[in-house]
């Protein structure tokens, strides 16, 4: 079974920056696309940013120019960067394969933006 352990979240002010990180045991890390998610309080997941096995990236309209996503394919692990935070950017976040998050999710990592 997958695990995916996310670390890297905190409490910042508004156009803060934060970097999140996302290490994964799948032996398959390399050839597959991987996203970052959030999870709002009373809100469904969201897809954040993927990036695929050779580096392409799509972002949400929400976080364009803001966020960057990134991998290390040999430390198994997906980055985002998290430049100009917002107030409605406080969620959980966590990674996944993209598309459908079919590994199990991790425990996530709080995001908190307020001043």
């Not at 996310?6 to 994964?24: D, K, N, Y």
């Not at 976040?93 to 999710?105: K, M, R, S, V």
Request: glycine fraction near 12%; charge should be positive.
């Amino acid at each position: 079974q997958v695990q995916l352990v996310e670390s890297g979240g905190g409490s910042v002010q508004p156009g803060g920056s934060l970097r999140l990180s996302c290490a994964a045991s799948a032996n398959i890390f390399s050839i597959v696309t991987m996203g970052w998610y959030r999870q709002a309080p009373g809100k469904q997941r969201e897809l954040v940013a993927h990036i695929a096995a050779r580096g392409s990236t799509n972002y949400a309209d929400s976080v364009k120019g803001r966020f960057t996503i990134s991998r290390d394919n040999a430390k198994k692990t997906v980055y985002l960067q998290m430049n100009s935070l917002k107030p409605e950017d406080t969620a959980v976040y966590y990674c996944n394969i993209y598309p459908g998050g079919a590994w199990a999710w991790g425990q996530g990592t709080q995001v908190t933006v307020s001043s």
